[in-house]
């Protein structure tokens, strides 16, 4: 089992920019594939970013590339997601989650534990 809490959230102006984090329980952090997720109101949850267990690979959605950085420490059990150049619509609640399959993947069905996850909301 594994427990992920996320922070970091908050309110950011357009352009701005903000560091989620999601620090996991347990001592197999690093055979996980973590993903970022997020859901506006109304809408379905989203991927936005996933890294392999080394941290070796990435995978970004079309929408975030070039402006989101996903990353991990195994030695701290965290993942982070850096966002700069924020924009309105990436306004959302920000989910972390754990996949124990090696593959990255962009369904939500495929990650097995979820965190709580966090407001972010882009002003403009």
């Known amino acids: 089992q594994v427990q992920l809490v996320e922070s970091g959230g908050g309110l950011v102006q357009a352009g701005g920019s903000l560091r989620l984090s999601c620090a996991a329980s347990?001592?197999?952090?690093?055979?996980?594939?973590m993903g970022w997720f997020r859901q506006a109101p109304g809408k379905e949850r989203e991927f936005v970013a996933a890294?392999?267990?080394?941290?070796?690979?990435?995978y970004y959605t079309d929408s975030v590339k070039g402006r989101f950085t996903i990353s991990r420490d195994n030695a701290k059990n965290t993942v982070y997601l850096q966002m700069n150049s924020l924009k309105p619509e990436d306004t959302a609640v920000y989910y972390c989650a754990a996949d124990k399959s090696p593959l990255l993947r962009i369904g939500v069905a495929g990650y097995d534990y979820w965190g709580q996850g966090t407001q972010v909301t882009v002003s403009s």
């Open positions: 890294i392999r267990g080394s941290g070796g690979s990435t």
């Open positions: 347990g001592r197999t952090f690093s055979s996980y594939v």
